[in-house]
């Protein structure tokens, strides 16, 4: 006589779970929780020259995290050899796990994300991302001017920048920072703050003055981050480098 088929259940009712699925165990009691399964540990490499530069504000965020990492500052001599393996044939180059990637706004954003300084939602992504990116623009026009190589055109250059390029941008990264409860987005500490921070002596390095000694709300900004203890612990021991 065939087996006698096992009736299915009724409607509502929940099927029993199949011998060896997860919940399933002898006696009918449930199955103990699963152990949390352990963080997965990234291995970081930076690459750059011996200088602060484009590279320091990802510095500033690696130590803002307690990230451990390789800090490997490429030689002028080492460089030549280097250049080929990386993936536009230009540093700051981050390795993770293995893989290389470039653009240093967009690893400065992969690393504002690993150690909690992004926004909660997309529209907050958006401010702060409007403000890195005017911080970068602002960089570039001064880059421009800074690495001229025609003396004459230079001086022209310089006319402009100092009177009209420079004064608009800090005085409306300024009042940014008096709308947002002393920040630059979102009135909390964001990777806008830190990238700032962290691009400032460079920027500097290039006009050959302080920028901010006019904007104390700006400055205000930079003394914030370089206080945090992970950062202040950073700038002192990081290698004393002129730009």
């Not at 990802?58 to 002028?76: C, S």
């Not at 806008?192 to 006019?214: C, H, Q, S, W």
Request: aromatic share 10%; glycine share 6%; charged share 25%.
């Amino acid at each position: 006589m065939a087996d006698e088929a096992q009736a299915p259940p009724a409607e509502g009712e929940a099927p029993p779970p199949a011998e060896g699925a997860e919940g399933a165990v002898e006696g009918g009691e449930p199955a103990p929780p699963a152990e949390p399964a352990e963080p997965i540990k990234h291995s970081y490499t930076l690459f750059y020259f011996n200088v602060k530069a484009l590279a320091e504000p990802l510095r500033y965020l690696f130590a803002y995290g307690n990230q451990e990492y390789e800090d490997v500052r490429v030689t002028r001599d080492e460089w030549p050899a280097l250049k080929p393996t990386m993936p536009m044939g230009q540093m700051p180059v981050l390795e993770v796990d293995g893989k290389r990637v470039h653009q240093s706004i967009s690893m400065a954003r992969f690393l504002a994300k690993t150690v909690g300084l992004c926004g909660a939602t997309p529209w907050e992504d958006l401010q702060i991302d409007i403000v890195v990116d005017t911080i970068n623009d602002f960089r570039l026009k001064i880059a421009v001017v800074s690495y001229e190589p025609e003396d004459e055109i230079k001086e022209k250059k310089l006319v402009t920048l100092n009177a009209e390029v420079i004064p608009f941008y800090l005085e409306k990264l300024e009042q940014t920072v008096k709308d947002n409860d002393g920040h630059l987005a979102l009135g909390k500490l964001t990777w806008a703050d830190v990238y700032f921070a962290g691009i400032t002596d460079y920027m500097n390095y290039m006009v050959k003055r302080d920028l901010l000694e006019p904007y104390p709300a700006l400055r205000g900004v930079v003394d914030a981050v370089n206080a945090l203890e992970p950062i202040k612990a950073w700038i002192e021991k990081r290698p004393v480098t002129e730009v």
